[in-house]
């Protein structure tokens, strides 16, 4: 889903985050870089940018965007957030990797930390125990549909 038509809460988080990747991946960001990766026009970038600019959560300058330290933190949080549902959605349910992703970019601006607590707790359970959770997992689920698992 294009950026320009979420919700606004949600707008913000994705803009945040994709700021915060690529200036991990890259160091510098540009506002076109950001208008790229979220599939959204220039105007519609630059007026999320001045918004975020103006509750404090960026710095803009001749096109290039920086996170401000409060803004880093809230962006980690919601990257962590993503890759916590996405490693849940393919380790423990089984989902290919798309399917994983888009449906943890939905999620992330939904779930409670208590409910990711959780699933960190059992995606480290996993981990040290994946065999024998992945044979429970298949006997248990042995038995249902194959129609029903989706």
Do not use: W
């Not at 996405?86 to 930390?113: K, N, T, W």
């Amino acid at each position: 889903m294009p950026a320009d038509s979420a919700p606004k809460g949600k707008r913000k988080e994705d803009y945040l985050r994709t700021i915060y990747e690529l200036q991990r991946s890259q160091g510098s960001v540009r506002m076109r870089d950001v208008s790229r990766a979220l599939g959204v026009s220039m105007p519609s970038a630059l007026e999320e940018l001045r918004e975020l600019e103006r509750e404090g959560l960026i710095r803009y300058s001749r096109g290039s965007v920086r996170l401000t330290e409060d803004a880093e933190r809230l962006a980690e949080r919601i990257d962590r957030r993503r890759r916590t549902l996405e490693e849940f959605f393919e380790v423990i349910l089984g989902a290919e990797p798309e399917e994983a992703e888009r449906m943890a970019c939905y999620l992330e601006h939904l779930i409670s930390d208590e409910l990711l607590g959780r699933m960190e707790c059992i995606l480290r359970f996993a981990a040290s125990h994946g065999q024998e959770l992945q044979e429970l997992m298949r006997g248990h689920c042995a038995g249902i549909p194959r129609d029903r698992l989706k």
